[in-house]
């Protein structure tokens, strides 16, 4: 099983190249993610996402657990598991209600719509990887169908059809039939089943309850 650190550092890249939510650290993170080898001070780069570090001392905390990178405490906040149940479904510290609650619910627009789109952690599965992971490549394309991408209808924010598109990954273990996590246009990580429904679940959840 891969670290909390690792799994913190898929999916915090993406925002890391765009200088979003945290440091423009991506080229160290990048090398962390495609060797596995944590630099020595990759706990005080990853601290300095403070929303991020922020929610999960929350989570930490709840459940008695000492460590914030735990993987289980970092998956929680990125894509959702049990150990959210600790906390009311508006108030849980999960990455798309930091994003919700910067913007008015009722207050929606197209802007608004792809503003979410691209900062929240989506899901899909890869159909296919047209440029992999080579000593010279070191940023890949994979073709992808995410599911229920979101979109303005009727002047509420709510779930499209599937769609397909291209993106790009960094993870050299991407491969097609890949059920996966996506964040500004990268795919983060792969997914099992299980975490798949969690991610999609605690999606449809926060646009119940905002």
Same mark, same amino acid.
């Given at each position: @099983? ?7 550092? $898929? ?6 190249? $765009?200088? =979003?939510?945290?440091? =423009? ?12 080898? =944590? ?7 990853? @601290? ?15 459940? !008695? ?20 149940? $600790? ?23 197209? !802007? ?40 303005? $209808? ?5 779930? =499209? ?6 993106? *790009? ?6 491969? *097609? ?34």
């Amino acid at each position: @099983m891969e670290s909390g650190l690792l799994f913190f550092a $898929k999916h915090a890249y993406p925002a890391s190249r $765009k200088s =979003a939510c945290g440091p =423009a650290n991506p080229e160290i993170l990048r090398k962390f993610i495609q060797t596995s080898q =944590a630099p020595r001070n990759i706990r005080q780069i990853l @601290m300095n996402f403070p929303d991020a570090v922020k929610n999960l001392q929350r989570i930490a905390k709840a459940n !008695g657990i000492k460590d914030i990178f735990d993987y289980r405490v970092v998956e929680a906040y990125w894509i959702g598991n049990n150990l959210l149940n $600790k906390f009311p479904i508006r108030t849980a510290p999960f990455h798309l209600s930091q994003i919700l609650k910067s913007i008015r619910s009722g207050q929606w627009s197209s !802007g608004a719509a792809k503003f979410i789109e691209d900062c929240r952690i989506a899901y899909g599965r890869i159909l296919s990887v047209k440029q992999p992971i080579t000593k010279d490549r070191v940023i890949g394309v994979a073709k992808v169908l995410e599911c229920w991408p979101l979109a303005i $209808k009727n002047k509420s924010l709510g779930f =499209a059809s599937h769609s397909i598109k291209q993106v *790009k990954f960094i993870d050299p273990n991407i491969q *097609k039939n890949n059920l996966i996590s996506l964040h500004h246009g990268y795919i983060c990580s792969s997914l099992t089943e299980k975490q798949f429904a969690h991610l999609a679940i605690q999606t449809l959840l926060r646009f119940i309850h905002q």
